[in-house]
Protein backbone atom coordinates (compact mmCIF):
# COMPACT_ATOMS: atom_id res chain seq x y z
CA UNK A 1 0.00 0.00 0.00
CA UNK A 2 1.35 3.36 -1.21
CA UNK A 3 1.37 5.81 1.71
CA UNK A 4 3.13 8.75 0.38
CA UNK A 5 6.84 10.05 0.87
CA UNK A 6 9.61 7.79 1.53
CA UNK A 7 9.64 6.18 4.96
CA UNK A 8 6.35 6.68 5.35
CA UNK A 9 5.81 2.61 4.67
CA UNK A 10 8.59 2.43 7.92
CA UNK A 11 6.37 4.59 10.44
CA UNK A 12 3.47 2.58 9.50
CA UNK A 13 5.44 -0.66 10.00
CA UNK A 14 6.85 0.95 13.53
CA UNK A 15 2.56 2.00 14.28
CA UNK A 16 1.36 -1.49 13.30
CA UNK A 17 3.97 -3.16 15.51
CA UNK A 18 2.84 -0.53 18.64
CA UNK A 19 -0.53 -1.55 18.49
CA UNK A 20 0.42 -5.37 18.42
CA UNK A 21 3.54 -5.33 20.98
CA UNK A 22 0.68 -3.48 22.97
CA UNK A 23 -1.64 -6.55 22.53
CA UNK A 24 1.17 -8.79 23.18
CA UNK A 25 2.00 -6.95 26.69
CA UNK A 26 -1.88 -6.06 27.87
CA UNK A 27 -2.37 -10.30 27.04
CA UNK A 28 0.19 -11.34 29.40
CA UNK A 29 -0.50 -8.69 32.18
CA UNK A 30 -3.79 -10.14 32.17
CA UNK A 31 -3.22 -13.52 31.80
CA UNK A 32 -1.21 -13.17 35.05
CA UNK A 33 -2.93 -11.59 37.27
CA UNK A 34 -5.66 -13.58 35.99
CA UNK A 35 -3.63 -16.61 36.81
CA UNK A 36 -3.32 -14.78 40.48
CA UNK A 37 -6.95 -14.36 41.16
CA UNK A 38 -7.85 -18.01 40.38
CA UNK A 39 -8.77 -17.49 36.86
CA UNK A 40 -7.07 -20.27 34.25
CA UNK A 41 -5.53 -19.08 31.05
CA UNK A 42 -7.75 -21.59 29.53
CA UNK A 43 -11.05 -19.93 31.41
CA UNK A 44 -9.56 -16.38 30.06
CA UNK A 45 -8.99 -17.65 26.69
CA UNK A 46 -12.91 -19.29 26.88
CA UNK A 47 -14.03 -15.87 27.38
CA UNK A 48 -12.35 -13.53 25.14
CA UNK A 49 -11.96 -16.13 22.40
CA UNK A 50 -15.01 -15.60 19.80
CA UNK A 51 -15.84 -12.05 21.46
CA UNK A 52 -15.10 -8.70 20.14
CA UNK A 53 -11.69 -8.79 21.94
CA UNK A 54 -10.50 -12.10 19.71
CA UNK A 55 -8.34 -10.76 16.54
CA UNK A 56 -5.83 -13.01 14.76
CA UNK A 57 -2.98 -11.38 16.77
CA UNK A 58 -4.84 -12.49 20.05
CA UNK A 59 -4.95 -16.32 18.20
CA UNK A 60 -1.91 -16.40 17.35
CA UNK A 61 -0.63 -15.07 20.75
CA UNK A 62 -3.08 -17.40 22.95
CA UNK A 63 -1.95 -20.70 20.32
CA UNK A 64 1.19 -20.24 22.83
CA UNK A 65 -0.07 -19.61 26.15
CA UNK A 66 -2.80 -21.61 25.72
CA UNK A 67 -1.53 -24.69 23.23
CA UNK A 68 2.09 -24.65 24.37
CA UNK A 69 2.55 -23.98 20.08
CA UNK A 70 5.96 -22.20 20.46
CA UNK A 71 6.14 -20.99 16.55
CA UNK A 72 2.77 -19.29 17.03
CA UNK A 73 3.85 -15.87 15.76
CA UNK A 74 7.62 -16.11 14.99
CA UNK A 75 8.37 -12.13 15.92
CA UNK A 76 11.12 -12.07 18.47
CA UNK A 77 10.97 -10.11 21.49
CA UNK A 78 14.72 -8.53 20.80
CA UNK A 79 13.07 -7.64 17.21
CA UNK A 80 10.23 -6.22 19.18
CA UNK A 81 12.17 -4.04 21.87
CA UNK A 82 14.04 -2.79 18.60
CA UNK A 83 10.83 -1.27 17.22
CA UNK A 84 9.55 -0.26 20.03
CA UNK A 85 12.75 1.71 20.53
CA UNK A 86 12.12 3.05 16.90
CA UNK A 87 8.69 4.31 17.93
CA UNK A 88 10.02 6.02 21.21
CA UNK A 89 12.61 8.07 18.93
CA UNK A 90 9.89 8.43 16.23
CA UNK A 91 7.66 10.17 18.94
CA UNK A 92 10.40 11.97 19.89
CA UNK A 93 10.89 13.20 16.97
CA UNK A 94 7.48 14.44 16.85
CA UNK A 95 7.15 15.78 20.23
CA UNK A 96 4.45 13.30 21.31
CA UNK A 97 4.35 11.70 24.59
CA UNK A 98 4.71 8.43 24.46
CA UNK A 99 3.83 7.01 27.56
CA UNK A 100 1.70 4.01 26.65
CA UNK A 101 4.59 3.02 24.13
CA UNK A 102 7.56 3.29 26.84
CA UNK A 103 5.03 0.87 29.10
CA UNK A 104 4.79 -1.52 26.34
CA UNK A 105 9.07 -1.14 25.68
CA UNK A 106 9.45 -1.37 29.44
CA UNK A 107 7.61 -4.89 29.54
CA UNK A 108 9.68 -6.62 26.65
CA UNK A 109 12.95 -4.96 27.86
CA UNK A 110 12.26 -6.62 31.24
CA UNK A 111 11.68 -10.13 29.52
CA UNK A 112 15.14 -9.48 27.02
CA UNK A 113 17.35 -8.63 30.60
CA UNK A 114 15.72 -11.75 32.30
CA UNK A 115 16.74 -13.95 29.36
CA UNK A 116 14.25 -13.67 26.54
CA UNK A 117 16.63 -12.20 23.51
CA UNK A 118 17.73 -15.21 21.68
CA UNK A 119 16.48 -16.04 18.29
CA UNK A 120 13.51 -18.47 19.55
CA UNK A 121 12.53 -16.25 21.92
CA UNK A 122 9.01 -14.97 20.53
CA UNK A 123 6.41 -12.41 21.80
CA UNK A 124 3.84 -14.33 22.76
CA UNK A 125 6.57 -15.97 24.98
CA UNK A 126 6.74 -12.54 26.95
CA UNK A 127 3.71 -14.55 28.78
CA UNK A 128 5.99 -16.28 30.59
CA UNK A 129 8.18 -13.26 31.71
CA UNK A 130 5.51 -11.20 32.95
CA UNK A 131 3.65 -14.75 35.04
CA UNK A 132 7.45 -15.35 36.52
CA UNK A 133 8.05 -11.77 37.37
CA UNK A 134 4.60 -11.88 39.37
CA UNK A 135 5.09 -15.49 40.77
CA UNK A 136 2.79 -16.85 38.69
CA UNK A 137 2.84 -19.73 36.20
CA UNK A 138 0.91 -20.30 32.99
Not at 55 to 60: A, D, I, K, P
Not at 79 to 88: P, Q
Request: glycine share 10%; with cysteine; proline share 1%.
Amino acid sequence: MHLGQIGSGHKMKLLNNFLSLGYAALYSEALALSEKVGISTEQFDSVIRGSRMDCGFYQTFMGYAVEGNRDSHKFTMKNALKDLRYLEAMADEAAIANPIGNAIKNSFAMACSAGGDGAEDYVPHLVDFVAQRNGVNI
